[in-house]
């Protein structure tokens, strides 16, 4: 079982920065593949960018070059660092634990890209 809290929303100008965080708990979670995902009012919820747990990133084709994942798993931590925001980065971003049949969800932080 894992637990999973982001913070690091907010709003922010267009052309600015975010970082976010995600903080678990329970066991094994070197094992667990991680992943950012957002969804914005009447979309469907999408990948943003996912990190296994040999550090093997992906990202979707909006946010490459922009976004960037990473992991720390002595402090059980996972981070999305977003630059260049754009308005259409506008959603709730949620962090995503998978581990063989198990996933597991935070509640979410709101990122809001508005001038």
């Known amino acids: 079982q894992v637990q999973l809290v982001e913070s690091g929303g907010g709003l922010v100008q267009p052309g600015g920065s975010l970082r976010l965080s995600c903080a678990a708990s329970?066991?094994?979670?070197?094992?667990?593949?991680m992943g950012w995902y957002r969804q914005a009012p009447g979309k469907q919820r999408d990948m943003v960018a996912t990190?296994?747990?040999?550090?093997?990133?992906n990202y979707a084709d909006s946010v490459k070059d922009r976004f960037t994942i990473s992991r720390d798993n002595v402090k059980k931590m996972v981070y999305l660092n977003m630059n260049s925001l754009k308005p259409e980065d506008t959603a709730v971003y949620y962090c995503?634990?998978?581990?063989?049949?198990?996933?597991?969800w935070g509640q979410g932080t709101q990122v809001t890209v508005s001038s």
């Open positions: 995503n634990a998978v581990y063989r049949a198990l996933s597991f």
């Open positions: 329970g066991s094994a979670f070197s094992f667990y593949a």
């Open positions: 990190i296994t747990s040999a550090g093997s990133t």
